[in-house]
């Protein structure tokens, strides 16, 4: 969303991270998951903000900017866990979500846990998946938003505001980055430790690329991923002898080699990463 | 009473007056041709009118009603609409759905059938065939420029501003475009032309307005001036001697290019056994609409784009995989047009610049280090010898103007010793003064018994400075045509692949 409206967000990873920590204590004080969802996502939104003002207003460099998002996010979540929890020798952990259970569909064999057994983010996140693609190509204001990746100067001829559509966008660019990261500590580990995300943020910058800028390929690309993460978590419980780093670089080793062959020649939006600047 | 007046309109940019009290009327039926060199202000003009610039000073008047015009938005709200040579379509969106940017007042859901039928209905009415329903980027330029135009009296304008609308066209398609205008004129439109062409203001306009140096120096109507008042209002002198000087020459050798196939970056087939040659004392032009292989040809003679097959022989020795300064060695040299990104280094003093690719010679290499004394006086003697209006030889070549870069640039490579020139598009973007400049210079060289390949996009620069012109369409080339049969509607047609068979090969 955010590339289609021409801001490149180097950030993510740092929204992600400060909704790592931001859903994990609110989560851990209130007991509320909305709640926690709803502040990562907010904090992620803070974040992207400044990203936004940073690279549409200031008409800074965009990579330099996400660059530093990240590291703020990156250091900010350590210093927020330490200053509420201390250190702790055994970490403090929260339920993480449950999954669904539901009657006769869960309990089909094989196919019955993958496709119903999953937690309620999955399909809230598998519905924003189709919700975005609708959004981008079939109403007005999606199309507003892509003329504004390709082109500010048109859109502003025909009266779409480029600077309100890449603040929009690259907040809820911030708002999904901070629930992604809540996601992490809510659902997956239940706990939080530094760098949760692990690059993952980048990797979700990397997969618009294969996915070409359309929400449903990049979806079928993080499956990839996926499944090259989850097969080599599988062998490397076989391989006890190396080093697990080895095989946990391979999922990431992939997507290079994969954008290496389908990023090369694919057209992202023309006016990706180019500060708009209104002649005057 | 005129649709839109301005009244003393002042717009400054740092350092530049670009308008100064400038007044202009624009009536209704009538084709208003603004004209002048590279800034003398039309544009800036123009898109003050748009409401891409703030003015410094001044009023406009729509209907005789003073309005404040902030944005595009404001303007097209007046019934104003411009098509720049950049035009404002999305390459990768359809005609139609660049019609629907920006609409207003629909549902949250797009609704292209229901835009469809308007447009349509549009087309008919302005006489204006689109294909709506394909990319813009598989368009050509002609058929964009339909597009646009078409968008812009869609959002309804009645006052039609294009900047140099036939600066990319072919004869055939600048004449279909002229009809166009003719047409929107007689359903009362206002139509402003911004060109610097002469033939185009004899063969269209209603009125003239000629500024220079942000003022008006000339306006008037079309039957009271001529092609010589014309020309001394927008250079402030009279135009030297139509015709350049030619001496006829003796062929004395030839750089001879035989079946040569050039792949482009998508691995297509940009160049296809291109087969002529220039003979030194000769200008060869190389006539063909952007994109048909004229720039992978140009790259692949001067070996920047590794040939697929076929040979370049420069007098007998063959080319193919030499460097770039192989080439030079032996006498080729190279006016690139992206004069900022190939030319020069722009971040660079003209001192740097004007030994570029020759620093390693005799007298710039001194015992391995450089001889700045003798780069200096180089530098110097481009700057006097071809008129470079700058500061000093250390300005940095960012801070020249296109024209002068350009001098710049054409200097350098004519001062070396070589035999033979790629010129590609020497004179785009330069006003009268300048092309004047540089065509003179490149002829003064043929003269001086050195073979130029000159590749133009514009047709009359074509004619008037060539002795053989060859077409190149789809990557194929023509069989040469000599100069006693230059024949523009001819070459027009040849330019879109019409009639390849009706021109005998002539040698």
């Known amino acids: ?280 | 009473m005129p649709i839109v007046s301005l009244r003393n309109i002042t717009k400054a940019f740092p350092g530049i007056i670009a308008d100064d009290q400038v007044n202009l009327d624009l009536f209704p039926r009538e084709i208003h041709v603004i004209m002048g060199e590279n800034g003398a202000g039309k544009t800036t003009l123009m898109n003050v009118l748009y409401g891409m610039y703030r003015p410094d000073g001044g009023e406009i008047l729509v209907d005789g009603k003073e309005v404040k015009i902030r944005t595009p938005v404001d303007a097209q709200a007046l019934g104003i609409g411009m098509v720049f040579q950049h035009f404002s379509l999305i390459e990768v969106f359809t005609v139609l759905e660049n019609f629907a940017i920006g609409r207003r007042g629909g549902k949250l859901a797009l609704n292209l059938s229901n835009l469809q039928s308007k447009v349509e209905q549009a087309e008919r009415e302005y006489g204006l065939s689109v294909s709506l329903d394909r990319k813009v980027r598989e368009l050509s330029i002609a058929e964009k420029q339909k597009a646009e135009i078409l968008k812009v009296l869609f959002m309804g304008a009645r006052v039609l501003i294009l900047d140099e609308p036939t600066s990319m066209l072919t004869p055939q398609e600048a004449s279909a475009l002229f009809k166009s205008l003719r047409a929107f004129k007689d359903q009362g439109k206002s139509v402003v032309l911004i060109t610097h062409k002469l033939y185009e203001i004899l063969e269209v306009a209603d009125r003239v307005t000629v500024l220079r140096k942000g003022r008006v120096v000339l306006e008037s109507a079309r039957d009271k001036v001529t092609p010589a008042i014309l020309a001394e209002a927008t250079m402030g002198r009279s135009l030297s001697a139509g015709e350049y000087p030619r001496h006829i020459m003796e062929t004395k050798g030839a750089l001879t290019v035989k079946d040569l196939s050039v792949m482009g970056d998508r691995g297509e087939d940009a160049v296809s056994s291109a087969t002529f040659e220039v003979r030194r004392g000769e200008i060869l032009g190389i006539a063909g609409i952007a994109g048909n292989g004229q720039r992978e040809l140009v790259e692949a003679l001067v070996g920047l784009r590794k040939a697929g097959s076929g040979s370049v022989q420069l007098e007998g020795q063959e080319l193919a995989g030499k460097t770039v300064r192989k080439r030079m060695r032996l006498g080729l040299r190279y006016v690139p047009e992206d004069r900022k990104r190939r030319g020069v280094a722009v971040d660079l003093p003209l001192t740097h610049n004007a030994v570029m690719r020759d620093h390693w010679l005799v007298p710039f290499e001194h015992n391995r280090l450089l001889n700045f004394k003798a780069i200096k006086e180089f530098a110097g003697k481009i700057i006097s010898d071809f008129g470079v209006v700058c500061s000093s030889e250390s300005s940095q070549a960012a801070s020249l103007s296109g024209g002068n870069l350009q001098k710049f640039i054409v200097g350098r490579e004519l001062l070396r010793p070589t035999q033979y020139i790629v010129a590609e598009n020497p004179t785009a973007g330069l006003d009268m003064a300048a092309t004047d400049y540089v065509r003179r210079a490149l002829i003064d060289h043929r003269n001086a018994g050195n073979g130029i390949i000159l590749v133009s996009g514009d047709l009359d620069e074509l004619i008037t400075m060539s002795d053989r012109i060859i077409v190149i369409y789809r990557g194929r080339t023509s069989s040469p045509i000599i100069r006693a049969e230059f024949d523009k509607l001819k070459i027009g047609a040849l330019m879109l692949g019409q009639a390849s068979q009706s021109i005998s090969p002539v040698q």
């Not at chain 1, 709640?35 to 460099?61: E, I, P, Q």
């Not at chain 1, 929009?168 to 706990?191: H, N």
């Open chain 1, 1 to 280: 969303m955010d590339q289609s409206a021409g801001t490149l967000n180097l950030g993510v990873e740092g929204m992600m991270l400060i909704g790592t920590i931001v859903g994990f204590f609110t989560d851990y004080y209130t007991g509320s998951l909305l709640l926690a969802f709803l502040f990562a996502g907010l904090a992620g939104v803070v974040l992207s903000l400044l990203h936004a003002f940073a690279a549409t207003s200031l008409r800074a460099d965009q990579v330099v900017s996400g660059t530093a998002i990240w590291f703020i996010g990156w250091g900010l979540s350590g210093v927020i866990y330490r200053a509420l929890f201390g250190n702790y020798l055994v970490p403090p952990t929260i339920g993480t979500l449950p999954h669904l259970q539901l009657p006769i569909l869960t309990s089909i064999p094989i196919i019955g846990p993958i496709l119903f057994g999953e937690d309620p983010v999955a399909y809230f996140i598998l519905l924003m998946i189709i919700v975005t693609h609708y959004f981008l190509f079939h109403t007005q204001i999606g199309l507003n938003l892509r003329t504004v990746g390709e082109d500010p100067r048109t859109a502003e001829e025909m009266g779409v505001n480029p600077i309100r559509y890449r603040y929009a966008a690259t907040m809820f660019g911030g708002f999904m980055a901070g629930i992604g990261g809540a996601y992490l500590t809510i659902a997956v580990t239940g706990t939080f430790y530094y760098d949760l995300t692990a690059g993952l943020g980048f990797i979700a910058v990397a997969l618009i690329y294969f996915g070409k800028w359309k929400p449903l390929q990049t979806f079928l690309g993080s499956l990839v991923f996926g499944a090259v993460y989850v097969l080599f978590l599988t062998i490397q419980t076989h391989f006890q002898a190396i080093p697990y780093q080895f095989f946990a670089m391979w999922p990431y080793l992939a997507i290079v080699i994969i954008l290496c062959g389908v990023a090369a020649k694919s057209g992202g939006p023309a006016g990706l990463a180019k500060p708009y600047e209104k002649r005057e």
